[in-house]
């Protein structure tokens, strides 16, 4: 094992030597993004969480330990990196995880890998000992856009309303540059908070954005679609990393409810990203879907779910609709654990999540 696997004596590996690792590890896993990234980790490091990488040639573990009045638990997002049809090296990268979660006086651990949902993978996670969360961890129902086609294909591929609303936008005037000063983050924070008054969402305090800004330097980018006139309409926090980019923070004006800005922004940021080699754009959190309805079947989303009314605009864009297998916990202290499942549980109904 690597010194980045030794956690407990708290060795860390020098930044450039840990970034190379990542490149192969990103090279070997095809499904790895920034949520296992070394930007990931500095990024929770600034905002004041313990962050653990246990790594070697052909495995990758980020670890953040996190606080909470419910318990300190450990939280392996978009991981653990490994061949999961290997399932020696499977074993000995949970025995680690388990390791660590007691080392670091953790409650449970939550992950949430990169695989799909199907009974086979549930199955999988189930024999090593996890269970399903009550609480989903980052975005377990997305969108990802195949950005290797064309622009012609690309527009194409879209519903044929988003493609009329690309071209008003056109027609409009409205512009989309994007930025990284911090004068723009600060700007994108105060949009976001009247946003989230509007549609009741909670959103990521200024420390947060701050500190994503600094971790991923110039693959932070703040998109801003403004009229003819300069008025802000939407604002888009993309993060790069790789071949894939995540759409991971929206915000947006009221202008926007009479302006297609928001698509003429995710049209530029599609453009943009394939100019600089990213293979994928991730749109970052839908609703769960469904399919309804006898010989004219269509695909809804759940129309109780927080992210039902932004699910049809990302829809609109035609990438493939993913589902992750859902949060898994792994129970290390059990009493204390079900404190914790039973305060989550309440909070997911009150949510609607």
Not at 252 to 260: D, G, Q, V
């Amino acid at each position: 094992m690597s010194n980045m696997g030794k956690a407990e004596q708290g060795v860390r590996p020098e930044r450039a030597a840990l970034e190379e690792k990542w490149q192969q590890i990103q090279a070997r896993f095809s499904e790895a993004n920034f949520l296992q990234s070394p930007a990931w980790q500095k990024m929770n490091e600034l905002v004041g969480h313990k962050v653990i990488i246990d790594a070697n040639d052909d495995t990758w573990c980020l670890m953040i330990v996190k606080d909470a009045k419910r318990g300190r638990y450990l939280e392996v997002p978009g991981g653990p990196l490994v061949d999961w049809g290997d399932e020696e090296q499977v074993r000995r990268v949970f025995r680690r995880i388990r390791e660590t979660a007691r080392l670091e006086k953790c409650v449970f651990v939550r992950l949430r890998p990169q695989l799909e949902r199907n009974a086979e993978n549930e199955a999988r996670l189930e024999a090593l000992g996890a269970r399903k969360a009550p609480m989903h961890l980052h975005a377990e129902h997305t969108v990802i856009i195949d950005l290797t086609q064309s622009e012609e294909q690309l527009l194409k591929n879209m519903r044929k309303q988003t493609r009329y609303e690309v071209r008003r936008a056109e027609k409009l005037g409205i512009r989309v540059e994007w930025g990284n000063s911090e004068e723009l983050f600060r700007e994108f924070h105060a949009v976001q908070a009247e946003t989230a008054a509007r549609q009741k969402f909670v959103p990521p305090d200024l420390k947060t954005l701050l500190a994503e800004r600094e971790a991923f330097g110039g693959n932070a980018r703040i998109y801003v679609a403004r009229t003819a006139e300069s008025e802000a309409v939407a604002y888009g926090l993309v993060l790069i990393d790789g071949i894939e980019a995540e759409y991971f923070e929206a915000a947006s004006t009221e202008l926007n409810r009479k302006i297609p800005g928001a698509y003429a922004l995710q049209w530029q940021v599609m453009r943009d990203l394939k100019a600089l080699g990213v293979r994928r754009y991730n749109l970052w959190g839908i609703a769960p879907l469904k399919v309804t309805g006898g010989k004219g079947q269509h695909v809804v989303a759940d129309s109780r779910h927080r992210y039902a009314g932004v699910t049809t605009f990302k829809t609109g864009f035609g990438g493939e609709a993913i589902e992750y297998v859902p949060a898994q916990d792994i129970v290390i202290k059990r009493m204390r654990y079900g404190v914790n499942w039973l305060i989550e549980v309440i909070r997911k109904k009150k949510r609607h999540l």
